[in-house]
């Protein structure tokens, strides 16, 4: 009961309902049946013969209602476009289709060569699952939950997710915004308008139908890079994969060219944070362009939607982990998935990573007990996690993005990391940077496992990187100054993401910016794989 009382209580401050018709996502004017359409999204539709009005309570009590022949509706006493005439056919209310999503806030459809609804049932569990948050009926949310996810997110923790919504301010009415399929879940997008900030709530669903993880973030719509020219579709084919097992299976696409193999591969392995199979940061698809341009090249690639990402909440659960369950298990599960498929030279599979990708290239080499990685890749990345999280909030705080005692912040808490008597377990007063284990695992340089590895390497790097600044590039050249087998190309224009901008240093700004990973990035991989023999 206490827990309910509290629930009730932050839902009171953070999701009063506020009816707020978002813009409809279909452009569609066909006129479709209402009732048929109200009734399959949960609704109840009642019809007054007298004054030919129609009216549609939905399933989040949203009241509409209309009058044959007239244009616009009530929706909770606002007016609101129809679209085009209510009309009447038979014992039939025809309205535009965009009209009823906008009353159902849902994707709705109709099949006029079946005479039926078209509904997607998980959109509706979706729909449902938010309202009984909204509600603050725990009881009815935990029965839509997988067992996985029950343990990983018990009643109280619902309390904790609801004072960091309550900081929002109010919420408008939730909008569903589509719904997707991968080969681990069904997955629905639905729309958190706060007043502060709109929050895009990921609901996966598992086989069963239960509720197995979901996803919050901010939302921000904005357009993403469209295709690179340099990617010919005709050139390669992708395939839905799962990478990984249960309970931690991640859904991916295998890219292969066009034509018979073997053909070398790569498996891409994402910075940080959680992200979906193309890397996608605000407006750019890095991974996306990658995969497309290296098969277009004749090169195979993996790419995975990232375990924090497909799995948050559940992993999340887990105070302990460390990069080695966030990254480097499931690069070498994608390595072993290429190196089973008849069509991957299993001789010439590399491994790239990315950011926090790049620096875990070394712990995946050395856990591949198979041998069966002939080299990596490192894009934009850190040698020391530390030395790299020192001077990316440097610059921050010279070029004015931060205050001055950000950096002092960092500095003080990179010190007790590095501390020989740091215990992640008992973390010392005054550590507050985050997860003591993650961040402690993260305080030896890459190079250190580098240095006693034979694989080849290649190290690329945007000389206009504010994350991960050219310092970090050059520590790996003078650390492994030694081997023969390693190179290294520094690309003045790129920035974190590798995309081009101007100026001596990039801003987060350049990432709000659709634009490809330059065609001679692709270049100079490709170029560097083929130059690699199959055999060590």
Do not use: C
Not at 58 to 63: H, I, L, P
Not at 110 to 130: G, H, I, M, S, T
Not at 313 to 332: I, M, R
Not at 350 to 360: D, K, P, R, T
């Amino acid at each position: 009961m206490r827990v309910k009382r509290w629930v009730r209580r932050w839902m009171a401050a953070a999701l009063l309902t506020v009816v707020i018709l978002a813009p409809a996502a279909a452009a569609e004017t066909d006129p479709v049946p209402l009732r048929f359409l109200a009734e399959a999204a949960g609704a109840t539709v009642e019809w007054d013969g007298e004054t030919r009005t129609v009216t549609v309570v939905t399933a989040d009590g949203v009241t509409a209602t209309l009058r044959i022949g007239d244009t616009e509706a009530l929706v909770d006493g606002q007016p609101v476009p129809i679209g085009a005439e209510a009309v009447l056919v038979g014992d039939r209310t025809w309205v535009p289709q965009a009209f009823m999503e906008r009353v159902l806030a849902m994707p709705v459809a109709w099949d006029p060569e079946k005479e039926q609804p078209v509904v997607n049932p998980y959109v509706l569990k979706a729909f449902r699952l938010v309202n009984d948050l909204k509600r603050g009926d725990l009881a009815a949310v935990n029965a839509q939950l997988s067992p996985a996810l029950q343990q990983a997110v018990p009643q109280e923790a619902w309390l904790q997710i609801g004072a960091s919504l309550a900081t929002l301010g109010e919420l408008g009415r939730p909008q569903v915004l589509g719904a997707s399929v991968t080969a681990v879940h069904h997955n629905v997008d639905v729309l958190l308008p706060f007043a502060a900030a709109a929050q895009k709530l990921i609901v996966r669903f598992d086989a069963n139908g239960l509720v197995d993880d979901f996803h919050l973030n901010t939302y921000m719509p904005i357009d993403t890079a469209g295709e690179p020219p340099y990617a010919d579709p005709s050139a390669f084919v992708e395939e839905e994969v799962v990478v990984g097992e249960a309970p931690w299976a991640l859904p991916g696409t295998l890219t292969l060219p066009a034509g018979e193999g073997p053909f070398p591969a790569v498996v891409l392995v994402h910075g940080s944070g959680p992200s979906d199979r193309d890397g996608t940061a605000y407006a750019v698809k890095p991974f996306r362009d990658l995969a497309h341009g290296l098969a277009s090249r004749g090169i195979a690639t993996l790419r995975f939607d990232k375990r924090t990402f497909v799995h948050s909440q559940k992993f999340g659960a887990n105070p302990n982990f460390t990069v080695q369950e966030e990254s480097v298990e499931d690069a070498l599960a994608a390595v072993r998935l290429l190196a089973a498929d008849e069509r991957i030279d299993a001789r010439r599979i590399f491994v790239l990573g990315q950011s926090l990708g790049g620096l875990v290239v070394p712990r995946t080499l050395a856990q591949d007990e198979g041998g069966l990685i002939r080299g990596g890749i490192a894009l934009a990345a850190p040698n020391s996690t530390m030395d790299a999280l020192v001077a990316q909030n440097r610059i921050l705080v010279e070029t004015g993005q931060l205050p001055p005692e950000q950096l002092a912040f960092i500095e003080g808490q990179v010190a007790l990391l590095r501390d020989p008597a740091f215990d992640p377990d008992h973390p010392p007063e005054g550590y507050l940077l985050g997860t003591p284990h993650y961040w402690h695992d993260l305080v030896p340089k890459a190079s250190d496992l580098l240095k006693e590895q034979e694989q080849p390497m290649l190290f690329l790097q945007g000389g206009r990187d504010f994350q991960v600044p050219v310092s970090e590039f050059e520590s790996f050249r003078a650390d492994l100054a030694g081997r023969t087998n390693v190179t290294f190309q520094l690309f003045p224009k790129l920035n974190h993401l590798f995309t081009e901008g101007e100026g001596e240093i990039s801003t987060m700004a350049e990432y709000l910016v659709p634009a490809n990973v330059p065609e001679y990035v692709i270049a100079a991989i490709a170029d560097w794989i083929r130059s690699v023999s199959a055999e060590p």
